[in-house]
């Protein structure tokens, strides 16, 4: 689910969870275990990167909606997990945005210290709203403080957003043409680590407090509420209608 690709002191890992690297427990669980291993691997920067054409489309709700009550508290407990180890990890990390990176896609690379993606007709975001889910608040408020507070309002629509439009709100950092995302990953990687190290990783820690700060309080009773959120006969209705959906365009 997850191939590695070395590229000196920067290590890729690699969403290959076809066809559209949706997020089940077992990638999450070994996506998150890669993460905090790295580091003590060698690896001095990581880039997150995915297929090409789609970087992640999320969480994998058809697969989800056959998990019962106790398989589904511990996959938001390890989605949760993984946010906080990518907040929290000692070395930067990057996402290389591949293609299209809705909801739980756009979630991951919002945890990482920089987003380079493709130029195209791909879409990114939080659409969480439009297949039924509520918002977590750690997720609202990395979002929040990726786009700033007028950006983050039109969260309540659940809207995807070109990679145009992205870059213009700050939800992305760079657009480059698709085939050079991952080069341009790696190069920005190898950038940052060849810098006086004490200096960049303070440096990088306190810029980053606050989103390491999102995980301090009150997270493990936000977990449990949103994993009882799941339950509800209004977001069992809206996610049984997107699956359905999804199952006529295929």
């Not at 979002?143 to 870059?167: H, I, M, Y």
């Not at 995980?215 to 936000?222: A, I, L, M, P």
Request: net charge neutral; hydrophobic share 50%.
């Amino acid at each position: 689910m997850i191939t590695t690709v070395p590229h000196g002191p920067v290590l890729e890992l690699r969403l290959s969870r076809p066809p559209v690297n949706a997020l089940s427990p077992e990638l999450i669980a070994e996506l998150r275990r890669r993460v905090e291993a790295a580091p003590g691997e060698g690896a001095r920067a990581l880039v997150l990167s995915g297929l090409p054409g789609m970087f992640s489309a999320g969480l994998d709700v058809p697969l989800l909606l056959t998990l019962d009550r106790a398989a589904m508290a511990e996959m938001w407990r390890d989605f949760y997990a993984l946010l906080r180890t990518l907040a929290f990890s000692p070395i930067p990390v990057l996402a290389a945005i591949t293609g299209h990176a809705p909801a739980g896609g756009a979630v991951l690379a919002l945890f990482c210290d920089w987003r380079v993606m493709a130029q195209g007709e791909w879409k990114i975001g939080l659409n969480e709203v439009q297949v039924g889910l509520i918002l977590p608040p750690v997720i609202f408020q990395a979002f929040k403080r990726q786009v700033g507070p007028r950006e983050a309002a039109r969260a309540v629509r659940g809207l995807l957003f070109s990679p145009v439009e992205a870059e213009r709100i700050g939800l992305v950092e760079e657009l480059i043409v698709p085939e050079q995302v991952i080069e341009r990953a790696v190069a920005w990687c190898q950038e940052i680590v060849s810098l006086p190290q004490q200096a960049m990783l303070s440096t990088r820690e306190q810029s980053r407090a606050d989103l390491c700060g999102l995980f301090s309080q009150g997270v493990e009773r936000e977990v449990g509420e949103v994993a009882e959120v799941w339950w509800s006969p209004e977001v069992q209705t809206a996610l049984r209608g997107f699956v359905e959906r999804l199952g006529k365009k295929r």
